[in-house]
């Protein structure tokens, strides 16, 4: 087999850490649809880092939509491979059967030769250069199956704070930012955390610096609706962002009950402007 394409990063990674990313994928129209019309629902987990857990945790996710969803974990670093292959092995997983839905295999940008329907990276490319993520992102859109979807992504240790952009084959799809509403102290709080793609663009006259500029002033706008606490006041801000008469972002109408504070735009709505 040739080498992995892409380099070796630090593995950290955490228990429950991607549970925003996770629970917006499951309730994604997009990525349900694509899961669910998969003529085989493969996924491809890149780069799980140090331990085997996220994998597993979007397996299990996953299943809920589709329930013969297989999930491949691919690490760039062998030693990584090796310990999630023997973790899932000691917990008895394979021999009972639970966990045969999930594998660990060598693999990079690639995808190991792999044709998933769905590729979610996590704190992939963020170590890299920018200059790094077009072709990455190209490498991994030419592997994918007919209808096939990315999630490149970002967030903080404990994933409180979490961007992310949806790609199809033929580009970005859509930002999302999702972060816990009781932790934050305003929108803009999620932009340390934005993808590479976007993180050097938060900048005034870029659309991105736009978008969280007015959640900013949209959010202290709707301070009084904080008195029924910080999830009503997220759905608010989501509402006011739309308004005609404060920029009409076309957000995405939010889910009716939604633990996480959750702002959804097309792509074009933050595309960096060279
Ligand atoms: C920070 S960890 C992220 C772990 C997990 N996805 C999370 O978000 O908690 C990044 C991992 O990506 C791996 N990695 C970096 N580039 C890769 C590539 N091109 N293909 C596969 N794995 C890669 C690194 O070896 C590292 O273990």
Redesign the pocket.
Known sequence: MSR???????????YN??RRSDRWLVHSARVRTALSAASDPLVVD?????LPV?TLELAARLQSVRADTRVVG????PE?VATARALVLQAGQDASGRHTSVEFTL???ELAGLRPVLVRA???LR?YPVEAVPEAWATMQHRLAPGGLIVDGT?DELGRLSCWVLLDATGPVSLTLACDPFSIERPSDLAVRLPKVLIHHNVPGQRIHALLSAADLAWASVAGHGVFGPRVRWRAMLELLRDENFGGFPVEPPRRRMRDGVLTVPWATVAPLS
């Open positions: 992995p394409v892409g380099a070796i990063t630090r593995g950290t990674t955490g850490r991607l890149l780069g799980y880092g140090a996220t691919l690490e760039i670093h990584r693999g990079g940008f996590f704190n992939v170590q967030c």
